[in-house]
């Protein structure tokens, strides 16, 4: 089984940072794509940031210079580093994997969210 898990949510004053956190478990051979989308409420969940095994990266327009997406191909992990922070940029924030397992083919798994909660 593979799990994806997420932390560093929490409530900051808009201007403020935060860093979310993705480990991954389980029988991985290897964590290609890994992204992190949002939903707020009452509205369709949104790619936010996006990277590749590679390094490669891309984000939504709304956090391009205030967001930036990492990982370490070691640990399993990814992160997501987000600063200059602005109330509409509260949601729950979902980590997503696309992870070719021992003995399975490439499979997209999801976290269960951390929320993130921005005060004006």
């Known amino acids: 089984q593979v799990q994806l898990v997420e932390s560093g949510g929490g409530l900051v004053q808009a201007g403020g940072s935060l860093r979310l956190s993705c480990a991954a478990s389980?029988?991985?051979?290897?964590?290609?794509?890994m992204s992190w989308y949002r939903q707020a409420p009452g509205k369709q969940r949104e790619l936010v940031a996006t990277?590749?095994?590679?390094?490669?990266?891309n984000y939504a327009d709304s956090v391009k210079g205030r967001f930036t997406i990492s990982r370490d191909n070691a640990k399993n992990t990814g992160n997501l580093q987000m600063n200059s922070l602005k109330p509409e940029d509260t949601a729950v924030y979902y980590c997503?994997?696309?992870?070719?397992?021992?003995?399975?083919?490439?499979?997209?798994?999801w976290g269960r969210g951390t929320q993130v909660t921005v005060s004006s």
């Open positions: 997503n994997a696309h992870i070719l397992g021992w003995g399975r083919p490439e499979y997209d798994y």
């Open positions: 389980g029988s991985i051979l290897r964590i290609n794509v």
């Open positions: 990277i590749t095994s590679g390094g490669s990266t």
